[in-house]
């Protein structure tokens, strides 16, 4: 049995200047997993995954299969706690939790680059093969930078409803301009210096800008009410899933204010979309 982590959206997302490869994201590790459990077979010709509609882990147990010396068959178990099409990196945490489990149980070496040249051959992936807050090139799914480890944080979210599939919105033309690429290449600055500061309102700052920034792309009704709410409530800021349909305000559990900025924000995304999720994000103290 293996796991891998989601991520609510991105703090950043967008594209660098002078880079073959410019689209880049940065991740927001959240306590909500993937499971995935292998059982070899004696009969190759038997492979199946459940949920059955996991075709994309299916695909990638096949890939690794068809690189054994022997053919084998098996049974691929999911078990997720992160919803699907929403923008939490669910698929991403499908597959890296897939490619852990054949791995562990053909006792076949996973580390991260082997499994990075398998997902690029199936769809644009999140940097959940890495501890920490991670800068990523989705696209062609290589690490870009490690940032390191923030203090814990709540992400209060709302969810506009819909799913998005990251692979349909990977092909929409991004229409970033110099100045665009200038600004976000300066926010991965920023944001890089802030997270090994610890420096949380700085987070806060970079992501609500990554997310107004993303309103060329996937437009969200919410964000500007949600600015609101977060100003109000005294937040750090927005973070929202650039490919997805949720958005959150982030607090910070260790203000003394936190519980009663807990339940303003909480009681003022209820009343603007009926719903309301609190997550909570995964330190990694080891990391400094």
């Known amino acids: 049995m293996s796991s891998a982590y989601g991520t609510f959206g991105e703090l950043l997302q967008g594209a660098l200047p002078d880079r073959a490869e410019g689209d880049f994201l940065v991740t927001l590790p959240i306590a909500r997993w993937a ?3 292998f059982r070899t ?21 096949s890939m690794i299969l068809a690189d054994l010396p022997s053919p084998v068959g098996g049974r691929l178990t999911i078990d997720s706690t992160l919803p699907e099409g929403k923008g939490l990196a669910s698929s991403s945490a499908d597959l890296v939790a897939t490619a852990r489990a054949v791995g562990n149980a053909l006792g076949v070496a996973m580390p991260p680059r082997r499994i990075e040249v398998y997902l690029a051959r199936i769809e644009p992936t999140d940097g959940v093969l890495y501890p920490g807050i991670v800068a990523f090139q989705h696209r062609s799914v290589r690490l870009l930078a490690r940032l390191g480890s923030l203090p814990p944080m709540a992400v209060v979210s709302v969810d506009e409803g819909g ?12 229409p970033f301009t110099a100045a665009h690429k200038s600004e976000y290449a300066d926010l991965l600055e920023r944001l890089s210096d802030a997270v090994a500061r610890h420096d949380l309102a700085a987070v806060g700052a970079v ?34 899933s650039h490919s997805g349909t949720t958005l959150g305000i982030l607090l ?5 204010a936190y519980p009663h900025r807990l339940a303003a924000t909480a009681q003022a ?8 999720t609190v997550y909570r994000t995964l330190s990694f103290p080891e990391m400094g």
């Open 41 to 61: 077979s004696d009969d190759p010709a038997t492979l199946e995954v459940v949920p059955r509609h996991k075709k994309k882990a299916l695909r990638l147990v």
């Open 207 to 240: 992501a609500t800008r990554s997310a107004q920034l993303n309103q060329m792309l996937r437009h969200k009704w919410a964000l500007a009410p949600l600015l609101d709410v977060c100003r109000d409530a005294g937040g750090l800021g927005i973070v929202t």
């Open 269 to 276: 995304c209820e009343e603007l979309t009926g719903n309301v």
């Open 163 to 174: 799913a998005v599939d990251t692979v349909d919105f990977n092909r929409i033309p991004k």
């Open 252 to 256: 910070d559990p260790a203000d003394p």
């Open 35 to 37: 499971t995935a459990t």
